[in-house]
């Protein structure tokens, strides 16, 4: 009897535990259902968009999945070498500035780089000053300012500066990865387009997209120029002083110029009489009257003083 009971205990065991087994299936089951309905109603309900409407529902999670993974590849493809602009300011004294700036110009054209600004002054006769703003290849940056400093006679001042761009440009690379694909996924809209307002706010959405990639292209392009030349503004001013030398006899000319100035004199004197002449023929019809007037005057004056004399 005791084994009975046993034995019965043992089934009465295994059976619960198969039920128990059975239930957890079927929640894990109803579950899965659950969720499989829930997903296929989310695929109902933006399938019950119309139009461009319910694509772009899905379009927009695609751009979304496309620019985060645009975004890591950027982050983790991020170059080791960095994009630093370089920029220099030197302040030399030269023996002739006309030299030394034609010197200059030339080895920037033979290393590949160009003049931007070239600018001369002069103070008084002797001092002679300028500027040059000239562009050369990065990887010539350095030995450039060597070759320049070496061929001075003293530098007066050297300046050097960096800026790092590397995360802008990362950052803009991943920008315009992201503009692409939306500006892709807009075109397979206009091309699906049912009606001309989804037609007219697609190409307005285009546009916008197209004209923020010629923006972010033409940052990119600005930096990798800036990047690949280094901006170098060079101060030159001559040290130079030109001491006179004396002059021989046919340089001073003296009788060359004695007669000139005797001439001169001569002419000067023609031309006072002349003058006076012109003066008084000119002023005559004012001077004869007055003349006159101071005549008859004098004359009255002294007949009344020798009337006064008789007396």
């Known amino acids: ?24 299936s079927s929640n894990e089951y109803r579950t899965e259902m659950s ?14 968009y119309s ?34 602009i370089y920029n220099a300011h030197l302040s030399l004294e030269v023996n002739d500035y006309h030299q030394s700036e034609a010197a200059i110009q030339k080895q920037v054209k033979e ?19 300028g500027n040059l703003i000239v562009k050369v290849p990065q990887k010539h940056f350095q030995a450039f300012l060597n ?10 001042e050297r300046m050097i500066s960096g800026n790092d761009v590397t995360e802008e440009y990362v950052d803009l690379e991943s920008r315009l990865r992201s503009k692409r694909v939306v ?4 075109l397979a809209f206009m091309e ?7 037609l007219l706010k697609i190409s307005s959405d285009l546009a916008k997209v197209q004209e923020e990639i010629e923006r972010t292209l033409g940052r990119m392009n600005y930096l990798e120029k800036n990047v690949e030349f280094s901006t170098v503004t060079i101060y030159l001013q001559e040290n130079k002083v030109n001491v006179p030398s004396i002059q021989g006899s046919s340089d001073l000319n003296t009788w060359e110029k004695s007669k000139s100035l005797f001439m001169s004199s001569i002419n000067n004197t023609v031309a006072l009489f002349s003058g006076l002449v012109v003066l008084l023929i000119g ?10 007037i101071v005549l008859v005057v004098i004359y009255k004056l002294r007949k009344r003083t020798k009337n006064t004399e008789t007396l």
Do not use: W, Y
């Open 51 to 84: 139009g461009v409407a319910s694509r772009g529902l899905t379009g927009e999670k695609e751009m979304v999945e496309e620019a985060s993974v645009s975004t890591d590849q950027s982050s983790n493809s991020e170059s080791s070498e960095r994009m630093v």
């Open 192 to 198: 699906d387009a049912e009606n001309t307002e989804d």
């Open 1 to 24: 009897m005791q084994k009975r009971h046993v034995q019965l205990l043992v089934i009465v065991t295994i059976l619960g535990f198969s039920i128990l087994l059975a239930a957890c």
């Open 111 to 129: 290393l590949g780089g160009f003049v931007i600004e070239s600018s001369v002054f002069r103070s008084g006769e002797q001092q002679i000053h």
């Open 147 to 156: 070759d320049v400093e070496s061929a001075s006679v003293k530098v007066n």
């Open 183 to 186: 500006e892709k996924r807009l």
């Open 283 to 292: 002023l005559s019809p004012i001077f004869i009257p007055m003349g006159i």
């Open 35 to 48: 969720e499989d309905t829930g997903a296929m109603d989310m695929v109902a309900e933006e399938a019950s």
